[in-house]
Antibody
């Protein structure tokens, strides 16, 4: 059974940093493409970033490129999202998700999410 | 960026009625289109992928169709448990993009 468990969310002030982690199990991590999707309170879904399980390819939405860095730790089967220079508009529930196929596809598994609040 | 536009924003249907949600892409996404169902307080669940393949656990009353830029999610006979927000998503190119969501309410 695929399990994704996010951690690291919290309340920070604008300009500060936060590191999210997603512990994955139940599948071959190195063959997966993992992603982060966020949802602002009461709003829709917004894709944030994808990374290959090997960590050699990563992608970002324009609004976070240069501020967020996604990485993997294959020894721990974790995906991390380092967020710097946080803004109020980054406030959201951040979901870790796994793509269905090694070359992409829809997200077939999701974690419960970790809440990031950016406020002074 | 491929923009995904869903309609309507809210759909109110009676149990047993047919519900249709539309999703339009600003350019062709081929067959790289999924639908997700999200209930309050829960993460999204993939409902339909590759335009028309129903995910495990969802009943046959859910179906997806379309191609290129126009896609449809149909619930043939809505049940009370189908009350949720439904999102379309294209995964043909980064950035991946979602539609704005359609809230299906049961009368």
């Amino acid at each position: 059974e695929v399990q994704l468990l996010e951690s690291g969310g919290g309340l920070v002030q604008p300009g500060e940093s936060l590191r999210l982690s997603c512990a994955a199990s139940g599948f071959t991590f190195s063959r997966a493409v993992m992603g982060w999707v966020r949802q602002a309170p009461g709003k829709g879904l917004e894709w944030v970033s994808d990374i290959s399980g090997t960590g050699d390819a990563s992608f970002y939405v324009d609004s976070v490129r240069g501020r967020f860095t996604v990485s993997t730790d294959s020894s721990k089967n974790t995906v991390n999202l380092q967020m710097t220079n946080l803004r109020a508009e980054d406030t959201a529930l951040y979901y870790c998700a796994k793509r269905m196929r090694s070359n992409g596809g829809s997200y077939d598994s999701w974690g419960q999410g970790t809440l990031v609040t950016v406020s002074s | 960026e491929i923009v995904m536009t869903q309609s309507p924003a809210t759909l109110s249907v009676s149990p047993g009625e047919r519900a249709t949600v539309s999703c339009r892409a600003s350019q062709s996404v081929s067959t790289n289109l999924a639908w997700y169902q999200q209930k309050p307080g829960q993460p999204p669940r993939v409902l339909i992928y590759d335009v028309s393949t129903r995910a495990t656990g969802f009943p046959a009353r859910f179906s997806g169709s379309g191609s290129g830029t126009e896609f449809t999610l149909t619930i043939s006979s809505v049940q009370s448990e189908d009350s949720a927000v439904y999102y379309c998503q294209q995964y043909t190119a980064w950035p991946l993009t979602f539609g704005g969501g359609t809230k299906v309410e049961i009368k």
